[in-house]
């Protein structure tokens, strides 16, 4: 992989002392951490073990990694002039029906994307981008102000669930007044948690847009010939968007470096949906695991995460996909950006799904798929290709029950 020497990226190296040194190893020897923050939309955070110069390196062959796959795989703005590469995903989307050469790095990351969207019967597509920046921008266009005639929805008064929709009638600085079919009712603010709806006319037109589109004649087509590599995407509303997968696909090659380099101390979180790690140092009586917390996405609040389960993982990756931080509500729904490929529309099925594996974009890319799809396709999937795929999954529905599909990772419901 080419080195790629640091332009725009602004990241914080930050030494942490570890407590517990074992007697082989050096005395130099301590937990390096590093984060970037310009990368796949998310800021990612990778520490190890070992001395301060070799982390240095480390470090180094990490940002070239996440920054070539991060330029590759940006859909929202094409490479700068100076760029070593080709064509990224934007470009590529403004080129439909031209054969184009591409990188090998992009078209490896493309290829296993194929191969994922065979495994899960076309659950999981990247050629999906257009009808998902559609419900992006429904959600980006929420309202956000308490407006007589805008509709909220109420999860809490005075830390009492509600889970009800209603039509803001006044508002002043302490309390808001609101309607439903039946009632008017007259809540304190500071007692107050809800969300804000977006508009029925709103929902309307983006779903106008979302029954217009065509994508049954989608087609990504690649070839290579002597070692050059091309891609050619036709059909009338095909956009690639690799933003459910490139992220995991990326941590896997940061993992793998790590781990041909010899480092068994070491954890990778890529923002909140993607971690894998090494073993954990600072737990040498607990088997050297890392204990991570699942986010209930009920109850959970954008400033206070309350969790729902802890697991225990090493030497393994995680992936969790959920309708709890990317949303708009329209009659008490979670409208995201994970949509079903045969609907074009957001599913409602489950509110969180978490995927522990071996491999890191696999579980990226299935966690998505599994989610859109209906519990009887789920079900079936896994009793299908759990063992071979060597996945354990915990699912939460949207009716607030949980069911997992584990076989030797320690979960722990916390709801029960």
Not at 112 to 117: F, K, N, T
Not at 227 to 245: H, M, N, P, Q, R
Not at 271 to 291: D, F, L
Request: glycine share 4%; with cysteine.
């Amino acid at each position: 992989m080419a080195t790629i020497f640091i332009k725009k990226i602004l990241f914080v190296l930050t030494v942490l002392a570890t407590a517990i040194i074992f007697s082989a190893c050096t005395s130099n020897e301590e937990i390096h951490s590093i984060t970037f923050y310009d990368y796949m939309y998310t800021s990612i955070t990778i520490s190890l073990y070992g001395t301060e110069e070799v982390a240095d390196i480390h470090f180094q062959a990490l940002n070239d990694i996440y920054e070539t796959y991060d330029a590759l795989t940006n859909n929202y703005q094409g490479l700068n002039q100076d760029s070593i590469y080709l064509e990224n995903i934007y470009s590529i989307n403004q080129q439909k029906d031209t054969k184009l050469e591409i990188d090998q790095a992009l078209y490896l990351l493309l290829e296993e994307a194929l191969r994922l969207q065979t495994l899960t019967e076309g659950y999981f597509n990247i050629g999906l981008g257009k009808p998902v920046k559609t419900w992006k921008n429904l959600i980006l266009n929420t309202p956000n102000d308490l407006t007589v005639g805008n509709s909220i929805y109420v999860r809490t008064y005075e830390n009492n669930p509600i889970y009800q929709s209603y039509e803001v009638v006044s508002t002043d600085e302490t309390t808001i007044q609101v309607q439903d079919e039946e009632n008017l009712l007259t809540f304190q603010k500071n007692q107050l948690i809800y969300d804000f709806e977006v508009s029925t006319e709103a929902f309307n037109q983006t779903q106008s847009t979302i029954n217009a589109m065509k994508i049954e004649d989608n087609e990504i087509i690649l070839e290579s010939d002597n070692d050059t590599y091309f891609i050619t995407i036709k059909g009338s509303d095909i956009e690639l968007d690799v933003g459910a997968f490139s992220k995991g696909y990326a941590t896997e090659l940061a993992k793998d470096y790590l781990i041909e380099e010899d480092i068994t101390y070491f954890s990778i979180s890529a923002g909140s949906s993607t971690i894998s790690v090494g073993q954990n140092i600072n737990r040498p009586t607990q088997n050297e695991v890392y204990i991570t917390s699942l986010t209930d996405p009920i109850t959970s609040l954008p400033f206070f995460k309350e969790p729902y389960g802890i697991i225990h993982i090493k030497n393994q990756s995680l992936a969790t996909s959920g309708n709890f931080e990317q949303y708009t509500m329209y009659q008490g729904l979670r409208y995201h950006h994970l949509i079903s490929p045969f609907t074009l529309n957001p599913t409602h099925d489950y509110a969180a799904l978490t995927i522990i594996g071996d491999d890191a974009g696999l579980l990226d890319a299935l966690s998505t798929a599994l989610f859109v799809m209906p519990t009887n396709v789920f079900d079936a999937f896994m009793e299908t290709h759990q063992a071979s795929l060597n996945i354990q999954v915990i699912r939460y529905n949207s009716d607030n029950t949980i069911d997992t599909f584990i076989t030797d990772v320690y979960f722990e419901d916390l709801l029960s």
